[in-house]
C-alpha cells in the first residue's frame, strides 16, 4: 500500500511566523504535489516536483515555496504565514507511470 | 468554461438508496477519470479508475464514462450512513500531465 505521511494533523500560528509542512512517500515515486483545500473551492495545486530538486508553480504559488531534497519529500514553506493561508493542505504523490494520485492524510492549518 | 464540473450539492438520500454522482469535462482528449472520496478531516482516497469510455464495477460502485458527451457518473447501490462523505471526481491531462478536480458532491446517507 502506498504510505504518504504529513508531519502534523493540526497546526496553529501566527501571522508572520514562518511555517514548515513536511510530507513523505514510501513508495519511490517520482511526483509529489501540494494543496490547499476550502470550502467551496476545491482542491487548488499550490506546486510540485517531478524530481529531486526539481519544482513546478502550480494555480496558486504565491506566498508559498517548496524544497525537494530527496526523492520521499516533499516540504512547503509559508514564507510568512497571513490569516488567508488558513487552510487544509494536502500532500500527494505519484508514480511517473501512473495517473492515479495518492494522498496524505492533511494538515489544517490555522493562522492567527 | 471551467475544465470539470461537478454539482457541490449537498445530496442527502436514506439508507439503501441508489445515488448517482456526476461530472462534466470540457477536454474530449482527456482518458483517464477517477472517483476519489474523502471522509471528514482527512485526505482523499482513490475510490475507482477508469479509462477511457464504458463502466467499471467494484462492489457496490460503477464508475461510468460516457466520452461522447463529456460526462463520468459513479453510482452507488445499497448506500450506507458509511459512504457519507464528499466525492471528487478528476481526469488526468491538464497542461503538465496533472489531475484536475471537480470540486466535491458531499453526499450524507441517511439510517
Known amino acids: 500500500d502506498v504510505k504518504v505521511t504529513q508531519s502534523s494533523r493540526y497546526l496553529v500560528k501566527r501571522t508572520g511566523e514562518k511555517v514548515f509542512l513536511e510530507c513523505v512517500q514510501d513508495m519511490d515515486h517520482e511526483n509529489m504535489f501540494w494543496y490547499r483545500q476550502d470550502p467551496g473551492l476545491g482542491l487548488r495545486l499550490i506546486y510540485f516536483s517531478y524530481d529531486v530538486k526539481m519544482k513546478e508553480k502550480g494555480d496558486i504559488p504565491e506566498g508559498y515555496s517548496v524544497s525537494r531534497e530527496k526523492k520521499e519529500r516533499f516540504s512547503l514553506i509559508l514564507e510568512s504565514a497571513s490569516t488567508n493561508q488558513t487552510s487544509m493542505y494536502l500532500c500527494?504523490?505519484?508514480?511517473?507511470?501512473?495517473?492515479?494520485?495518492?494522498f496524505g492524510p492533511g494538515t489544517r492549518l490555522l493562522v492567527l | 468554461q471551467k475544465e470539470v464540473e461537478q454539482d457541490p450539492g449537498p445530496l442527502s438520500v436514506p439508507e439503501g438508496a441508489i445515488v448517482s454522482l456526476n461530472c462534466t469535462y470540457s477536454n474530449s482528449a482527456f482518458q483517464y477519470f477517477m472517483w476519489y472520496r474523502q471522509y471528514s478531516r482527512k485526505g482523499p482516497e482513490l475510490l475507482m479508475y477508469t479509462y477511457s469510455s464504458g463502466n467499471k464495477e467494484d462492489g457496490r460502485f460503477t464508475a461510468q464514462v460516457d466520452k461522447s458527451s463529456k460526462y463520468i457518473s459513479l453510482f452507488i447501490r445499497d448506500s450506507q450512513p458509511s459512504d457519507s462523505a464528499t466525492y471528487l471526481c478528476a481526469v488526468y491531462g491538464g497542461s503538465q500531465g496533472n489531475l484536475i478536480f471537480g470540486k466535491g458532491t458531499k453526499l450524507s446517507v441517511k439510517p
Open positions: 500527494a504523490s505519484r508514480a511517473s507511470y501512473q495517473e492515479t494520485q495518492y
